[in-house]
């Protein structure tokens, strides 16, 4: 388990990241959310150990990690801007990392490498951005830590192979109970594969919940009523968002679903159906209550 206590880590006057209180639980992906300045990036390296925090700590399975090699051992950092040694190849980075990592896996990085058509002899200068995140990628699979630090990691893979890294980090997590912590920009990026959610705002934590207990609490209804309906009837519910287009009603609402369904067939409308909430939907909505437009802070 990842805690981050009264975290907090300025550059001169600049708060990158401030009193952040965090936890993420084994076996979870957890989805780090912000725009770029939000203190993504500080929060990683911090974590990693690359950075020493001014105050609070950091710990990785109840262990401090600046300075612990024991506590770096359990992690892989993929940054955004991704360091390789001058006219090196995927080759010599693998068994460079193998010297690393004492449960590294050559076979599997190898034949990672192979199925993404990476030359394993083929200098790393001359891969384009998206091939340079494979590579760190499958570096970071085949290094068989139990986390993997992920910075933007989807950021220059299309849309295919985004889908085939998602699909690996499954495959790891079911495997071997890998937990990737991915920090991005998009939060439709992590819409499918995110079990718990941040979104970090001016160096603090805005938000942080589970996917689906928000899921489960937040529902979305369409519905049409009869021409005389009375509006102030629909008092009864806990209602966070509503949008009209004529006489159709879009209803955001918090509340249990069988209750939500038990009031609306009160009202007697003329149709209704509960309809699934994307991520970005949620988000909208939860911010919104609390006094932010996730619009003008994420996209």
Do not use: W
């Not at 359990?74 to 940054?79: A, G, L, Q, S």
């Not at 034949?111 to 083929?122: K, P, Y």
Request: net charge negative.
């Amino acid at each position: 388990m990842i805690e981050a206590k009264n975290l907090s880590k300025s550059f001169e006057d600049i708060k990158a990241l401030d009193n952040i209180n965090a936890s993420i639980r084994d076996g979870d992906v957890f989805g780090l959310i912000g725009t770029n300045g939000a203190g993504k990036s500080t929060f990683l390296k911090t974590l990693a150990g690359v950075l020493k925090p001014d105050s609070g700590e950091i710990l990785i399975d109840n262990e401090h990690v600046f300075e612990n090699i024991k506590a770096k051992d359990k992690f892989f950092y993929i940054c955004d801007e991704q360091y390789f040694f001058a006219n090196t190849t995927a080759k010599e980075m693998i068994k460079f990392y193998s010297s690393v990592y004492k449960s590294f896996d050559v076979k599997k990085c190898e034949s990672l490498l192979n199925a993404l058509d990476l030359g394993l002899n083929r200098k790393v200068n001359t891969f384009s951005k998206g091939m340079k995140k494979q590579l760190c990628i499958a570096m970071g699979v085949a290094s068989n830590t139990k986390y993997l630090l992920c910075d933007e990691t989807f950021d220059g893979l299309d849309p295919v192979m985004r889908q085939a890294v998602k699909s690996l980090f499954a495959k790891e997590m079911d495997e071997r109970g890998l937990t990737p912590i991915i920090a991005s920009h998009n939060l439709r990026e992590l819409e499918d594969i995110c079990d718990h959610v941040g979104l970090l705002h001016k160096g603090g934590i805005l938000l942080s919940k589970d996917v689906s207990d928000m899921k489960l609490n937040i529902h979305k209804i369409q519905c049409v009523f009869e021409n005389d309906f009375d509006m102030d009837r629909l008092k009864s519910f806990d209602i966070m968002q509503i949008k009209n287009s004529g006489r159709v009603y879009t209803i955001t609402v918090k509340g249990d679903e069988d209750e939500v369904k038990a009031k609306m067939e009160q009202l007697n409308p003329v149709f209704y159906e509960l309809m699934d909430l994307s991520l970005e939907e949620i988000f909208i909505s939860e911010t919104e209550v609390h006094g932010y437009d996730i619009k003008k802070l994420i996209f």
